[in-house]
């Protein structure tokens, strides 16, 4: 082989080397794009969901329209279908679950709903104490699927990211595969390995961190005046909802909650305290209910937000006359 | 910013574009500018420090180049040395020392004494940086290299942003006569080093970060309190994390420097194919090893005065390596545990010279048979297991408790799952690692036929893309 011909073969092999690599790329953002929606449960879930999020209140159904957001804790906790078919005469009930979410992820999520249009006359959040005072977003999932692309630099801020986080949050409001690549392999592994969600979900941190009540109201008051701001400036109104946890280390962290909501005049609902359903109504890990739990707690939780529903007419109905 | 996020690949792209156009001179400013760029990044502030440093040991090597007076020589050389790990100590060891300081009085019955109240933030690669550096000036004093006369030069030396960060430590002798003549394109090189990025990529997102997963879970209590799978599955994921995590850097490193023209020295050589301790230093992080070896253990007296000094020798050098690593007592006894097996496996080979199947006496006698070499393998590989689990823990305290789980034995499906997960990510590996150990390339495949090379670097392309773990995630060795 003569020293041209050796250049020249390895100038091409680069070449062609290179160009599989932007395919398979391309290809990637493809099944990203067309793909994933289709075959994966949970994330058609969320595309539907999104869709029926975004469109709230834009239809003339008659009734009041609610919004409840919230990660895994809404998903596992709250039977829905109940929670739906029990305000069905009055409201129009939808849900919008994205998993591992925290409060940024709601905040921005929130304002990209608005932003494109949903008009709910009620918000509902529920996240954990401390998913409302953690400062993170699930990531790059959050850049494509819950942010606008104005806020991140807004969001970048928040988060206290620097140059390298923040424009890997570009990328992946730019890109779907890049927003969803985490959901791609668990969807590849999954079906490699079928239980591997269990192991999965105790290989995920939960919540490592305690906290005092007092904490939870020095941040969490100023984060519910800012969503109750987003909210009011759309004209719903904003709820927040504690779910039950089991853990007994933080079993107080809520009372920083409901102080921090009520100074904000903000509606809580804690339909039952952290630390008072018993073990047997949680899953494995101890985090989530049980769908036994999750029964018990809906009915619990049914009463309490219809009547915050009911005085939000009353006020509303007080405004329109 | 990180190797393996897209920013860096966009910046790569546009550094090797703009680079091959421009003449030698300017290629090495645009390279300052770059490594610059690519260091403030995390933090501008730094750049002030990395900057100082080097101003610093440039004019003090020229300056002991231009004298023959021994004191001022030394003199330089000491004013060089105090202010390169004085920079260390402040922002790496400082508040370690004052912690522990505060713990042994309180244990002496001291109370309340007052704890360090800076804490300080640790810039990155600040360890290695340093330590090169440090190469550079040692050997200038030793007349084994001449000075660099650029400034720009001996910058772009110890900023080049493939190895700023992590490494692999260059030595002076190696990369400085790189920078300071003019670098031609090669095809070749340029292909192995886009071949080496993307097993670079591999080893990082798909090995390190899935094992990763295992390994967090395991050490945190997160699968449960420790026994003996736990233990197992914990320790074996992390030792894939952690190699997979540095040899993924070097060979990002090795490639995206080969783009430009550059030659980095190989890092790792498939360390978990080592059949003695001595044989793993010879294969983990070798630019550490060897710098360690000529900087720190031949000037302490190496084995040239006698057997003892030969064992205090290589017991500072590694505990002196393990602290290099971290400012915690953890890296110490991981540092410890290296030099004390080091230390038993010369003193047995001097007893039963068959005590080792690398001894070259015994290799000579009789070549190891495949199931000795084996057995030796296996060995090493859980010595090194056991220092990687003080490696990994965040205390002494917590690796002891790690280790105590041994003692218990518990099974659940979930750790057979969790073997299963660790096999599918930790197998590729090894199976590239004994290709590559019979081949003896230094590069993937180096001697196959091209077109089979173009594809697998594809294939490892589509499984970075389908199976990168997570979000961002720091290369561990960017702590240090």
């Known amino acids: ?321 | 910013m990180f190797f393996d996020t897209p920013i860096y690949i966009i910046f790569l792209t546009l550094v090797v574009l703009t680079y091959w156009r421009l003449g030698w001179r300017s290629q090495n400013h645009l390279l300052l500018l770059a490594s610059y760029v690519f260091y403030g990044w995390w933090d501008p502030r730094f750049l002030g420090l990395i900057a100082a440093s080097t101003i610093v040991d440039f004019y003090c090597a020229r300056a002991i180049a231009r004298t023959d007076d021994e004191a001022r020589r030394k003199l330089l050389l000491t004013i060089s040395l105090v202010i390169n790990f004085g920079f260390l100590g402040a922002f790496k060891y400082f508040n370690f020392f004052m912690d522990s300081f505060a713990t042994a009085l309180e244990a002496l019955g001291f109370h309340h004494t007052p704890t360090a109240v800076l804490r300080i933030l640790l810039p990155p690669g600040i360890s290695f940086y340093t330590f090169q550096e440090v190469a550079y000036i040692v050997d200038v004093y030793k007349r084994r290299l001449k000075p660099a006369d650029s400034l720009v030069d001996y910058a772009l030396f110890i900023s080049l942003f493939p190895h700023l960060i992590a490494g692999p430590i260059q030595r002076p002798d190696h990369l400085l006569p790189q920078v300071q003549a003019p670098r031609r394109f090669d095809s070749e090189r340029f292909f192995n080093g886009l071949l080496l990025i993307l097993s670079g990529l591999f080893r990082k997102a798909v090995i390190a970060d899935n094992c990763a997963l295992l390994a967090d879970a395991a050490f945190s209590g997160r699968m449960g309190p420790p026994n003996l799978p736990v233990v197992l599955i914990g320790t074996y994921a992390f030792a894939w994390q952690i190699y997979g995590d540095f040899s993924g850097y070097s060979d990002i490193a090795r490639g995206s420097a080969q783009l430009l023209g550059f030659h980095f020295m190989v890092n790792f050589r498939q360390p978990y194919l080592a059949t003695s301790l001595q044989d793993f230093w010879r294969r983990w992080h070798i630019s550490l090893s060897t710098w360690l070896r000529d900087y720190l253990y031949i000037p302490l007296g190496g084995s040239r005065d006698g057997e003892r000094r030969t064992y205090r020798n290589l017991m500072l050098t590694m505990l002196l390596g393990g602290l290099w690593h971290g400012a915690n007592w953890t890296y110490v006894v991981w540092g410890g545990i290296h030099g004390a097996g080091l230390g038993i496996e010369r003193a047995a080979r001097r007893v039963w010279p068959w005590a080792s199947a690398d001894t070259a006496d015994a290799i000579d006698a009789a070549p190891p048979s495949f199931v000795a070499t084996w057995a030796w393998r296996i060995v090493i590989f859980h010595l090194v297991c056991l220092a990687w689990i003080f490696f990994r823990a965040q205390s002494l305290g917590e690796a002891m408790t790690f280790l105590g789980g041994l003692r218990i034995w518990t099974w659940s499906a979930e750790y057979g799952l969790a073997l299963r997960f660790l096999a599918v990510f930790s197998i590729p590996l090894l199976l590239l690692d004994l290709i590559n150990e019979r081949r003896g390339d230094e590069y993937l495949l180096e001697t196959s036929w091209v077109p089979a090379r173009v594809a697998i670097g594809v294939a490892m392309m589509a499984f970075v893309t389908l199976f990168a773990a997570n979000q961002l995630n720091a290369f561990i060795y960017f702590r240090f």
């Open chain 1, 1 to 321: 082989m003569t020293e041209n011909h050796h250049a020249r073969t390895f100038a091409r092999a680069s070449w062609v080397l290179l160009a599989g690599c932007v395919l398979v790329a391309c290809a990637a953002e493809g099944a990203a794009r067309f793909v994933l929606d289709r075959v994966s449960k949970i994330q058609r879930r969320t595309v539907d969901e999104y869709a029926l999020a975004r469109s709230i209140g834009t239809d003339a159904c008659g009734r009041k329209h609610v919004l409840v957001v919230g990660n895994s804790l809404l998903e596992e906790d709250v039977r829905f279908d109940r929670l739906r078919a029990a305000l069905a005469d009055d409201w129009d009930a939808r849900r919008f679950v994205i998993e591992q979410t925290f409060y940024y992820d709601w905040y921005y999520g929130l304002k990209r709903l608005f932003h494109e249009g949903a008009r709910p006359d009620v918000v509902v959040v529920m996240l954990s104490s401390r998913q409302w005072i953690r400062s993170e977003i699930r990531g790059d999932y959050s850049a494509q699927y819950l942010m606008d692309t104005p806020d991140l630099l807004d969001a970048a801020h928040d988060l206290n990211l620097n140059a390298t986080q923040t424009t890997n949050l570009v990328v992946a409001n730019t890109s779907k595969f890049w927003g969803a690549r985490a959901e791609i392999r668990n969807f590849l592994l999954g079906r490699m390995m079928p239980d591997l969600g269990g192991l999965m979900n105790s290989s995920s941190a939960v919540d490592p961190f305690d906290v005092t009540a007092a904490e939870v109201e020095a941040i969490a008051a100023g984060r519910i005046a800012r969503l109750n701001e987003l909210t009011d400036s759309y004209g719903a109104r904003l709820v927040v909802l504690l779910p039950v946890l089991l853990d007994k280390k933080n079993n107080n962290a809520w009372l920083g909650m409901l102080n921090a909501a009520e100074r904000q005049r903000v509606a809580a609902l804690m339909p039952a305290a952290s630390g008072s359903f018993p073990r047997h109504l949680y899953r494995d890990a101890g985090f989530h209910l049980n769908p036994k739990g999750a029964a018990q707690f809906t009915d619990m939780l049914i009463p309490e937000l219809q009547k915050t529903l009911n005085s939000v007419l009353a006020t509303l109905a007080r405004n329109v006359g």
